[in-house]
């Protein structure tokens, strides 16, 4: 059974910086790709970035590239998503995904992904 645990959100200022966690468990995750996902109150659940975990590709929302970096920890089963130089209409409640061998050119698309954790709301004040 795959858990994907959240952590890390928060409430920070605008140009601020938040990191946030999610632990996985549950299989070895060395063929999945690993996604992050936001949604905002009335809106979709939108792509924010994804890593292929054996080989480390990462792929970006063009909202969020340059400002945020997903990254894996192997000893720690973890996945992380830092978050530098926020602003007010990236917050949402993000969650992280998984799916196994889910080729790259669908990791955008949030109904590829068979597993989800409960979300962590991240709230940027302006």
């Known amino acids: 059974q795959v858990q994907l645990v959240e952590s890390g959100g928060g409430l920070v200022q605008a140009g601020g910086s938040l ?3 999610c632990a996985a468990s549950g299989r070895t995750f060395s063929s999945y790709v690993m996604g992050w996902f ?10 924010v970035a994804a ?3 054996n080989s480390g590709l990462t792929y970006y929302a063009d909202s969020v590239k340059g400002r945020f970096t997903i990254s894996r920890d192997d000893a720690k089963n973890t996945v992380y998503l830092e978050m530098n130089s926020l602003k007010p209409e990236d917050t949402a409640v993000y969650y992280c995904a998984a799916d196994r061998n889910l080729p ?7 109904s590829y992904y068979d597993y989800w954790g409960q979300g962590t709301q991240v709230t940027v004040s302006s």
């Open 104 to 110: 790259i050119v669908r990791a955008t698309t949030h």
């Open 19 to 21: 990191r946030l966690s």
């Open 51 to 53: 890593i292929r975990w």
């Open 38 to 47: 936001r949604q905002a109150p009335g809106k979709e659940r939108e792509f």
